[in-house]
């Protein structure tokens, strides 16, 4: 059973964090986890199969715990037919953007699968309990055994209070069936910032299990002496002294909810390089280098990675996009994004955005669907570095569904940066319906536009343009004009009028941050008439926000970690069980042959 254990542990594990990396690469909230209830329906199992494991060991160890370990098992499974549920029976519509809208057949077969389950379960457990063996001896609190229960009841409540408030919309439901109070519980579930409801309490699960899987490894079962307890001293040393350190130098100062949530990070920070050094240290100096019985320990060290990437890449997590000035954003009534974490993006302009300057280059659409694809253009301010994002957008301006952003971002060993779209223009408010307006200018004359003036600094006519076939009697003329705007940014144009074939053709110029187009209408010596139009539809702009995520790649290295972990842990067990099943052939043939 506990290599089977490990087994499903490591793929169910595998496939949350999938499910995470999947959500930061093609998803638009910034980040990897949002506390969805759909993301928590999948982790409340992992975490209650992780804490039966670990009862199990105590159980093969110690004979003790079976009962709980039974639990715990039986748990696991009904949780995953309760998180079907949640997800499939359409109860979580309105909380999750991952559930299903289920249909009322959908919920009672699913109701109904899980009472199949469940009933016989916790009839089977309830009176078969006092046949399971127990162990009436209390654990020594030195004990590796006795953290270890300590531990896997601290997950197992945590998995209790994820899954009670992500229930809260069926609690509404059923509190609903007896009175019309159906929201008693539902400010919980759905308030303004409900991930923070989570993350108050989480973070001292954290703090628990970072410690606990720091010196757990180091513990013996049944007892633990001195001589054991003592190697544990420079792990400890380390671990809390490099966790100073990051604390000191690292900037970590998380303070948008208080001094008090803030001071609980710091702690986690520490627990989680604590345990990531005592479990490397445990692989060198506890098991000496073997790797085939390092599972445990590199589980635990990839669960310690994972967790101060989770705290440092969240705490530290810097926006990118700030509003420095420019056409703000605006989102409309109800919208919960913060128009001063976002810029938005003139075509062919350079914005500034913290180390960076961004250019929206050019974009395109799909040729049947309302998708747009961007390549934006990143340049550190010091020259050193280019790259290029293509983050995309779909939109259903008919059925007003709102923006659908997929998100691009540029991985660095260190960090990332994470952008996606906020807003863009709508092609079907935005037509040009201005016309041009003709005024007669010499060379070096001034006009003015609504944000500027423009000067005719020179007309040239002739034969020789790239680019045009030319007859002998036709020609070309180009008016040179220079378009100073408010903010005193300067802008060189060149309108054309193509005499050919006894027509005159106008190829105007456009100043999109200006919104503004110029069009040589008539040329006569020295003399031109310039059509002037300004038009907010032929400004192409983007709204945009960007994220600096730090060190979240110590997320996925932890991830992988773990699940190595796992699996390892499952062969070495398998592996175990075999050689003692062979010599148990072994010496059952050894007295059949002695009985004979």
């Known amino acids: 059973a506990l290599s089977w254990s490990l087994f499903s542990a490591g793929i169910l594990g595998l496939g949350i964090m999938m ?82 809208t289920g249909e009322g057949i959908t919920k009672w077969h699913l109701r109904i699968l899980l009472l199949i389950f469940m009933l016989p379960a916790f009839v089977l457990f309830i009176s078969r309990y006092k046949q399971i063996p127990f162990v009436a001896k209390e654990e020594e609190t030195s004990s590796r055994e006795f953290w270890m229960f300590v531990g896997s009841l601290i997950l197992f409540l945590s998995a209790l209070l994820i899954i009670g408030m992500t229930s809260i919309p069926v609690f509404n439901k059923i509190v609903a069936l007896f009175s019309s109070e159906e929201s008693l519980f539902k400010p919980l579930a759905t308030g303004e910032d409900s991930a923070y409801s989570y993350n108050r309490i989480q973070i001292f ?134 128009p001063g974490e ?38 550190t301010k010091d020259g050193k570095e280019q790259f290029t994002l293509k983050p995309n957008a779909f939109v259903n301006y008919k059925g007003n569904t709102g923006l659908m952003a997929n998100p691009d971002a540029k991985h660095y060993w260190n960090y990332d940066v994470f952008t996606y779209i906020t807003s863009l223009p709508n092609p079907e408010t935005a037509k040009d319906t201005a016309s041009f307006k003709p005024i007669d200018l010499h060379v070096g004359d001034t006009t003015f536009y609504s944000n500027g003036y423009l000067v005719l600094e020179d007309i040239k006519s002739g034969r020789n343009v790239p680019g045009f076939q030319l007859g002998p009697n036709d020609s070309v003329s180009v008016a040179s004009i220079k378009v100073m705007s408010k903010n005193a940014t300067s802008y060189t144009t060149n309108a054309l009028l193509v005499n050919q074939d006894g027509g005159a053709f106008p190829y105007p110029d456009t100043v999109m941050s200006e919104s503004l187009v110029l069009q040589l209408q008539k040329v006569q010596g020295n003399e031109a008439q310039l059509g002037i139009k300004e038009s907010n539809a032929i400004l192409k702009y983007v709204t945009l926000k960007a994220y600096k995520f730090p060190f979240i790649n110590l997320v996925w290295g932890g991830t992988i970690l773990l699940i190595i972990g796992f699996f390892i842990s499952a062969v070495h067990r398998r592996e175990k069980k075999r050689i003692l099943n062979r010599e148990q052939g072994v010496k059952k043939k050894e007295v059949g042959e002695v009985a004979v």
């Open 205 to 338: 699960v954290a703090i628990i299990l970072g410690a606990f899987t720091a010196f757990g490894m180091y513990l013996k079962y049944k007892a633990t002496g001195k001589k054991f307890l003592k190697s544990l001293v420079w792990p400890t040393i380390a671990g809390l002294a490099v966790g100073a350190l990051i604390l000191a130098f690292g900037n970590i100062n998380y303070d948008e909810k208080g001094l008090g949530y803030m001071a609980a990070i710091w702690i986690a920070v520490v627990a989680s390089v604590y345990s990531l050094i005592a479990n490397a240290s445990y692989i060198f100096t506890g098991i000496k280098g073997n790797l085939k019985k390092a599972g445990g320990a590199i589980a635990h060290l990839g669960f310690a990675m994972m967790l101060l990437g989770i705290l440092i890449s969240s705490s530290k997590k810097e926006v990118l996009s700030l509003y420095r000035g420019g056409i703000p954003a605006f989102f409309g009534e109800g919208s919960t994004e913060n």
């Open 19 to 100: 499910g995470a990396a999947w959500a930061y690469e093609s998803l638009n909230f910034g980040g990897y986890w949002a506390w969805d209830p759909v993301e928590n329906a999948s982790l409340v199992p992992w975490l209650v199969l992780v804490a039966g494991i670990h009862t199990l060991l105590i159980y093969r160890h110690t004979g003790n715990a079976l009962r709980t370990t039974n639990l715990f098992l039986i748990l696991c499974f009904l949780f995953v037919l309760y998180s079907t549920y949640l997800t499939r029976s359409g109860d979580l519509q309105d909380t999750s953007v991952h559930a299903f």
């Open 342 to 379: 976002n810029v938005t993006l003139i075509q062919g302009m350079k914005t500034d955005m913290g180390q960076y300057w961004v250019t929206y280059d050019k974009d395109s659409t799909h040729p049947k669907k309302p998708l747009w694809f961007y390549n934006l253009h990143f340049e």
